[in-house]
């Protein structure tokens, strides 16, 4: 009887979850159907609620941007607006520190979460996944000899959270794994591995 109750939760558990996140995103960008005009919304004219339009029309919104963007007319407007709300006081701290880490974490050129890596935390006989935010100069010089990075150490189960820190370049080992499957290990607590995953992090401890 506990077997099949637990079978049964394995199933249900991770796709209710699943279901439930999903639900809750899809809602949320639903509430970007409220910018347009009350005649417009799809509820009015399609005299029924369907969910999921207001994922449509984000998606538009942002390749449309996207879009603009690229052309010179819409980088100068693009620029307008930029310089507008940084001379925005109370505005500006929120605009600039938010569009930093955009800047870092999208763009195609940044190295923000781009590597991972290993590195001895929470004490020096143990290692934590990390991922590779930055190379800060200022606090090499500062610190003086080896070369330091700036590190993320994600917690488990929710990556969202951890700790960030500055360690020596030579005492971090970078692991030829992707991003993806370092979260994965993450979350699941390394339950979810690749074999791959698996081989290089037990190679590293050796």
Known sequence: MKKYLLTGLLVWVPLGITLWVLNLIIGMLDLTLSLLPEQLHPDELLGVHIPGLGVILTAVVVLTTGLLVRNVFGQRLLAYWDGLLRRIPFVNAIYNSVKQVSDTLLSENGNAFR????????????????????????????????????????????????????????????????????????????????PENAAQLAGANK
């Open 115 to 194: 590597k991972v890596l290993l590195v001895r935390y929470p004490h020096p006989d143990a290692w934590s996944l990390a991922f590779l935010t930055s190379t800060p100069a200022e606090v090499t010089r500062q610190l003086h000899g080896d070369e330091y990075v700036g590190v993320f150490v994600p917690t488990t189960p929710s990556p969202v959270n951890g700790f960030y820190f500055y360690v020596k370049k030579s005492e971090t080992i970078e692991l030829d794994i992707s991003v993806d499957a370092a979260f994965r290990a993450i979350i699941s607590m390394g339950v979810v591995t690749t």
